[in-house]
């Protein structure tokens, strides 16, 4: 019987190194233990911007969340039911505090006028707009409150309604958060 010749075997770095070593020295176990050694929490590049991502995209479900009024995201200040009640009430009216911003910026370009009689006569006309949005900001506040009892009973009303419906008027409706989740002049039941 003939004997086929065997393949010849493939060549490795351990077997190029001579007397067949590995080429290299045995790593004490100071070294070992070093190599072996990781942090607890990886500290890498790519982790560090996982969890950026992560944290950015739980954020902006929670402001999408809070914009639409879905109660899970709501700051304690905007959660409960009278709470949404009075949002919709003063999201149902037009309020005077709506146009202060855009009066003020008015009144800031008048002051490029050069006329002082045009620069005292805007001033005064602010000042006396900024007490109607206050008029304005009592009344609100006395009608939701009076509005609240009639929904909601005297004894279980909440504090602080009158001054969250008079902030919220003073704010332009497109920037309001939570968004406002009633048409003008739809008053809620």
């Not at 790593?27 to 560090?48: C, G, I, W």
């Not at 620069?119 to 609240?148: N, P």
Request: positive net charge; glycine residues 8%; proline residues 8%.
């Amino acid at each position: 019987m003939a004997k086929t010749p065997a393949a010849p075997a493939p060549k490795d770095a351990s077997t190029d190194a001579p007397g067949g070593g590995k080429g290299r020295a045995t790593p004490t176990r100071a070294e070992r233990e070093a190599a072996r050694k990781r942090p607890l929490v990886p500290d890498t590049k790519e982790a560090k911007a996982r969890a950026r991502a992560e944290l950015a995209a739980k954020r902006e479900k929670a402001r999408i969340g809070m914009a639409n009024g879905d109660p899970r995201y709501l700051p304690a200040r905007d959660q409960g039911p009278q709470r949404k009640f009075v949002r919709d009430w003063v999201d149902a009216g037009w309020h005077l505090g709506e146009a202060v911003m855009p009066a003020m910026v008015l009144v800031i370009l008048a002051t490029f006028i050069p006329l002082p009689a045009v620069q005292y006569y805007a001033f005064v006309g602010l000042w006396i707009f900024i007490l109607f949005v206050i008029g304005d900001m009592v009344i609100t506040s006395i009608t939701v409150k009076r509005a609240a009892r009639r929904t909601f009973g005297e004894d279980k009303l909440e504090k602080g309604l009158g001054w969250y419906a008079a902030m919220r008027t003073v704010q332009m409706r497109f920037l309001r958060l939570p968004k406002p989740q009633v048409k003008r002049g739809q008053k809620p039941a």
